[in-house]
């Protein structure tokens, strides 16, 4: 396994919703490792595959405190089925780099998905986890935290990124 590029903002496949994924197979296994491996460098607590470069259904998270971190959620195709309650969290986003901002979501989540064998698999949620899996589910409909900010602090985040990408090519 090996750490894998994070794309970022504005790349198009993150604004892009991702294709089912048909059966859960031995390459998107090690896909979904290579993926926690990477979101432990970074470091982070969830990574979907668009955020490196994969048009497929499919998240890691592990929202546990340092000493606990190593045993990461994957869920193939991944779906919410009920949520209630709302909540405003500071989020970040490792394909948003240099913006943290309170973004609102649902206080509890149900999500179904499938795990590493193929399995179907249920997660009833609140707190950080809820969070975490609502931000994830929303890079497989082509969204990110972004597009949940206020629209001038969003304005002057593009603006900035495009200049700082701008300064980096020259």
Known sequence: MAIMKILTYPEP????????????????????ESMAETMYAAPGIGLAAPQVGVDQ?????????????????????????????????????LSVPDLVADVTRAARVVVEAWDREGNPLTIDADGLLAICLQHELDHLEGRLFLD????????????????????DEA
Do not use: H, W
Request: proline share 6%; net charge positive.
């Open 13 to 32: 496949i993150l604004s892009r919703p991702c294709r089912e994924i048909v059966s859960v197979e031995r390459p998107l296994i090690e896909l979904a």
């Open 148 to 167: 949940k900010v206020s629209p001038l602090k969003r304005a002057l985040y593009k603006k900035r990124r495009l200049k700082q990408l701008k300064k």
């Open 57 to 93: 259904r499919l998240v890691v998270i592990d929202v546990k405190r340092d000493e606990e971190r190593g045993n990461p959620i994957f869920l193939f195709n991944p779906r919410i089925v009920a949520m209630s309650g709302e909540t405003v969290y500071e989020e970040g986003c």
